[in-house]
């Protein structure tokens, strides 16, 4: 498994099926899941089978990574960037266990990705994308310095989206 980013407190590396236990876990649980529009994990192996066929990182050199407590090596989730060809866009995103939440590792780990995206990868935007009523994220959006850019239809809940232009994260950073 291929380290990505390291922070203070949090490491980012590419999936492995060591993982499927924890990202089975982390579906289902109903609080995080909430505001996305994504299905439950019927079993582990459904978990593994998405990490066995995920692609990103071959098609694009990035995608999204596990995100580890360096302190305990505890899998907190997933976060990182997904291109998504249908809109021509690099989407930002993450899910963390619940048990993790308001500690700041969301904001923490977005911004390891972001930085990745804009200095690695040369990308010049990336967008993140929530359901309106998701506050905490809206919240994280903002303190990584995107910027509300507009209303969209979320798997049909209302949606906003956020963005952030490489140019105007350098000027910041």
């Known amino acids: 498994m291929k380290q990505v980013a390291e922070t203070e407190r949090l490491v980012l590396r590419e999936f492995d099926l060591s993982d499927a236990q924890d990202f089975y876990e982390l579906n289902l649980d109903e609080e995080v899941m909430k ?6 994990f019927k079993s582990v192996e459904e978990s593994a089978d998405l990490i ?3 692609d990103q990182y071959k098609k694009n050199g990035y ?3 596990t995100v580890v407590l360096k302190e305990t090596n505890e899998v ?14 690099v989407d930002l995103g993450y899910r963390l ?3 993790h939440w308001n500690k700041g590792y969301a904001t923490e780990a977005c911004k390891a990705s972001l930085d990745i995206g804009f200095n690695q990868y040369n990308i010049d935007l990336i967008v993140g994308r929530t ?12 303190k990584i310095g995107m910027t509300y850019w507009k209303e969209f ?9 956020y963005r952030l232009f490489k140019k105007d994260y350098e000027s910041k950073n």
């Open 131 to 142: 359901m309106t009523d998701n506050a905490a994220s809206r919240r994280v959006l903002e």
């Open 63 to 65: 995608g999204r990574w």
């Open 35 to 40: 505001y996305t529009a994504d299905y439950v």
């Open 153 to 161: 239809d979320f798997e049909e809940h209302p949606g906003v989206y």
């Open 52 to 54: 066995r066929n995920y």
């Open 76 to 89: 907190l989730g997933w976060c990182g960037l997904k291109y998504i060809d249908s809109v021509d866009e």
């Open 97 to 99: 266990k619940r048990k």
